[in-house]
């Protein structure tokens, strides 16, 4: 009886509390099939991109073994997913499913099993790997059959995975990857290498990675291990080779992968599934983590190399960290530093989020030599390195001005690459390139070299076979693009002694890249136009500003430099160019300048500074402030006019609109742009990755075409980033405003008519409430109160109290309750003899005052009168 009433207490209990009693029961199923003894909120707030998982190679594709379980004794000994071969079994019209020994079996039939074995196991997470070559609504049709379709996860963002948690709460279990690429493929289907990676195999026993995956784009998240699937070592029996007790080569290789890498080894792939690979997941597991961001400008960088680590990642990484271990992390990118600049974690006791923030360096940062060839071979850098023409003629070119001519035997000599920091050590080399002409006999085009010809010692940047090459000597990198005569190209190459990277870059984009090489340890004079180790390489054409740097230059600085975008401050020195002159320029500057001083003073004591007369008469002619085509208002009311002076605002909808805004002040504020991650969270927040996708297709196609109405403005796409560029040409308003206060000419009288004639049409992006924007407007409107105020300063109250109360009247529309602002108005107004205006003003300036702040103005009319 006592039995009985226990019984029935227990049953009663579940039954009032079947929810609770559910999550207790995910708690602890994520408990043990993480298979540490963690705690289980670890394992259910870690993401996809941070777990690990068991795959079964269940059909043997490019297997050593073969798998001889089915997929339900697999899923019964808890198979993190598969990796399945599908094919079209034309005799019984249906979709089949290959095992390792080429027999087949429905593939519906196996979805089937799945799907039952996802219903009784409320926490499994599966992942799928399909290859197939059937037609992609073959696989739906199975899908939408066997009814998994409920559990399929959709993602969208490459860049972002969900907790296990929220997958299972969710329903959406189960991730399908597809190995090859298939058009019109539904949501559900991923393309595996948009979103993982597979290192190079490796020795188990001295895994070596340089940053160069055989599969997939570094900056995916998703690492797919393949490594235990190679042949055991030579006379070691395979139960002792599988034997984690006796062979920590099973944990170690991987663990050095994952360190490597920066990336979790989500999918472990087993050709045979057997149960020594229980306790190498319970050693991974058990690792302490530490995980973070490099970020720029809140967007990730494509990778970064970390000092003392060997490891090379993306701009987001995850390191293992095991017992007894310190974790040191010094980022390092080309073009940057970073803030920490390193991060010391000391046998960490939990895992760690660490984030990094990079800092682009100036682009004169460590820059060693800069020959621009307008005065010869000089160098315009602050290091004097000067070189010795021999041969070499200067002329100028209509595109470059003055450049250095090359012929046969001519060439530059420069001082020794150990004064050049070229010797073991970063360094990239730019330069502008014309050839002439190619020559039959001629092996090499140079346009760095020195006259070795030993391994690691000779530095030769040349073209070789019409295409930009990089070496030291039997050490090399060959470029990819076809460099024609008679055609300017801007060349970069670029060597990195952290990663040993060795790059090419045309034209500001990567042309071609390898790892792994070695530095230059040579230390001969270098040459500009000559390489000594073969006797028909020289230059036969032309160079224009070349420039050597002692560090690694970022692709966002390689590419201004190939727009001519980036200014080398220190080049542009005087006193470097003409120090003698300069010398001799300042003393007589410094002369005149006392002479005027004293001639001047005396008379200029006690007069008051007033703006030039000519300059506010031409505030009375408003039909100037606009040309009558290619213009862009976005003061006062939105307004495009194009070259035939058609007004074509109405052809701006207000998706484009914004569009056309967003992009527009992205450009104005952010050196890089908008990125299309960024630009599709604003404007379509609410669609799938991929809608959001066709929607921005659509509309920048529909806002590239109206642009092409005006003169030279154009949307431009570089580095998965969008920037508005204008010509000359064409007038846009904002970004005129935007110019005139860089330039900081405000000690300059003139400067407030102009910036005043450029925002007096009204309030930036009028009508516009985008949360967005908000920072933009704000900015201007700032720049509009202070400028104005100081403008009314040099005006004198009586003779210009009509301008004085325009200016009072657009510094209240941008902020009705600035006081300054309303005194001088209402100055203005009594001069102009209109005291009941004036003091009507006052009345309602002093109710908007208590609405915005809620309390009562304490200035009276005659306080702001005197003040």
Known sequence: MFDQKIEWLLFSFFMKNQKQIKYIF?????????????????????????????????????????????????????????????????????????????HS??????????????????????????????????????????????????????????????????????????????????????YVWDYAVEPYFSILEAPDFIGEYLKGDPKNSLLIYNDYNLPRRAGLPEESFFNTTQNPYLIEHVKNVWKSTGKTPNFIMLDRYQSWIIQVLYQLRSFQTVKG?????????????????????????????????????????????FKPETVVFEEPEQSKLQHFVAVPLDITEDLEAYYSFENGSMDYSNNGFNGKDLGVHYQNDPDRNMVAVFGKESHIVLPKAEDLKLRDHDFTVSAWVKIRDYNVEDRDISIIGTKGSSYQQSIHLVLRNRKPYFGFYANDLEGKTTIEPGKWYHLVW????????????????????????????????????????????????????????SRTLGE????????????????RNLFLRYPLLSKMGVIVLSLLFLLLIYLKLPARLGRRRLMPVEKLKELDDRQSDYPGKNFIQLFGDFRVVDKDEVDITGQFTPKIKQLFLLILVYSQHHR????????????????????????????????????????????????DCWTIRFGNTVYCDYVECLNLLNESKEKDPAFYPDFYRIIRSGEVFKDESLDWLDDYKGHVGNSIVDNLLKFILLLEPDNDHELILKLADRILLTDPVNDQALSYKLRALVLQNNMNTAKYTYEKYAVLYEESYGEKLALTFEDLLKS
Request: charge should be negative; charged fraction near 25%; proline fraction near 3%.
């Open 105 to 190: 079996t429905p593939f519906l039939d196996q979805l089937i099993t799945i799907r039952e074995h996802l219903e009784n196991n409320p926490d499994k997470i599966l992942t799928l790997f399909l290859d197939f070559n059937v037609n992609v609504n073959e696989l739906t049709d199975v899908v939408d059959q066997s009814g998994i379709r409920p559990y399929l996860y959709i993602n969208e963002s490459e860049d972002e995975w969900p907790t296990l948690r929220d997958m299972v709460e969710t329903g959406k279990r189960v991730v399908i990857f597809k190995m090859q690429e298939h058009r019109n493929s539904p949501e559900w289907l991923h």
């Open 26 to 102: 995910l708690f602890f199923a994520f408990w043990f099939a993480a298979g540490t003894g963690r705690a289980a909120e670890d394992v259910v707030f870690r993401h996809y991109d941070e777990s690990i998982f068991v795959i079964s190679n269940y059909s043997g594709t490019d297997a050593t073994l073969k798998e001889n379980q089915s997929v339900q004794q697999l899923l019964d000994a808890n198979i993190g997913g598969f990796r399945f071969y599908l094919e079209w079994e034309r005799q019984q019209n249906q979709l089949m499913l290959l095992n390792a020994y080429g």
């Open 556 to 571: 966002e600085e390689i590419w201004s430099l190939s727009r001519d975008l980036m200014d080398l401050a220190q080049s």
């Open 293 to 337: 961001t490099v970020t720029f400008n809140a967007q990730r960088l494509s990778y970064v190399s970390w000092e003392g680590t060997n490891s090379l990642t993306s701009g987001k990484y995850s390191f293992p960290v095991g017992p007894g271990e310190t974790l040191v992390l010094t980022p390092r990118s080309p073009g940057y530093q």
């Open 672 to 719: 890089k742009g908008i990125s299309t991650k960024e630009l599709s969270r604003i404007l379509w927040p609410d669609l799938s990755y991929q809608n959001a996708k066709n929607s921005r297709g659509v509309t920048i196609r529909k806002l590239r075409i109206i642009l092409e109405r005006l003169d030279e403005v154009e949307v431009v796409f570089n580095v």
């Open 494 to 549: 670029r060597y990195n002694k952290l990663t040993g990277e060795q790059a090419i870059f045309v034209d500001g984009k990567l042309d071609s890249r390898s790892l792994g090489h070695p530095s230059y340890k040579g230390r001969e004079s270098i040459y500009i136009g000559m390489a000594g180790y073969n006797s028909s390489t020289h230059m036969n054409g032309e160079i224009d500003d070349l420039v050597i740097w």
